[in-house]
T-cell receptor, first 115, second 116 residues
């Protein structure tokens, strides 16, 4: 079983639609990060959430950390073709005895926004 | 904005050969990392490096792998005697301090390694 379960695995929508993707776990985390990865590029950090129930906004992207700090969601309003990419959640391996810079990633949600 | 650069972007090698993947981390960063992503799978941690030594490595990072900071700017990953299953995207990353909330990892664009 995966530590971080991301859903859906794939999502194809039309420009202008809203969407939500999820990152779930049975474990509690001190923080959680969301990255976007475009084809042929490395992951780029979007946000880090730290506090249970925390909501962070990045333009049309809204990130929420679950109250129990076991899960997180990413909501995109009025999606645009430029939002196309692989959205990854990640947690620090320190939760499992590792050091802080070492991340455990989910498998990601592959989003395609068609014009 | 400063960025992590990796070369080459694509490396093709024959099974059993040695490869060296190169990275130039962001200049004032102190912590360096290698991750890999096999096609269709998760991004996986390989190793972290600080103060000229490995600070942590995963179970993937066996004796076949080694890292080095040969000078003040480059950070390399050497894979000896490559195997077919080493085919993957290899990402270098760096952070100013130990990757914390206030010191996130910056990833390069990766080297695609193909072992034939």
């Amino acid at each position: 079983t995966q530590l971080l379960e991301q859903s859906p695995q794939f999502l194809s929508i039309q420009e202008g639609e809203n969407l939500t993707v999820y990152c779930n776990s049975s474990s509690v985390f001190s923080s959680l990060q969301w990255y976007r990865q475009e084809p042929g590029e490395g992951p780029v950090l979007l946000v880090t959430v730290v506090t249970g129930g925390e909501v962070k906004k990045l333009k049309r992207l809204t990130f929420q950390f679950g109250d129990a700090r076991k899960d997180s969601s990413l909501h995109i309003t009025a999606a645009q073709p430029g939002d196309t990419g692989l959205y990854l959640c990640a947690v620090k391996r320190e939760n499992y005895g590792g050091s802080q810079g070492n991340l455990i990633f989910g498998k990601g949600t592959k989003l395609s926004v068609k014009p | 904005e400063p960025e992590v650069t990796q070369t080459p972007s694509h490396q093709v090698t024959q099974m059993g050969q040695e490869v060296i993947l190169r990275c130039v981390p962001i200049s004032n960063h102190l912590y360096f990392y290698w991750y890999r992503q096999i096609l269709g799978q998760k991004v996986e941690f390989l190793v972290s490096f600080y103060n000229n030594e490995i600070s942590e490595k995963s179970e993937i990072f066996d004796d076949q792998f080694s890292v080095e900071r040969p000078d003040g700017s480059n950070f390399t990953l050497k894979i000896r005697s490559t195997k077919l299953e080493d085919s993957a995207m290899y990402f270098c990353a760096s952070s100013p301090n130990r990757g914390t909330v206030n010191s996130p990892l910056h990833f390069g664009n990766g080297t695609r390694l193909t072992v034939t």
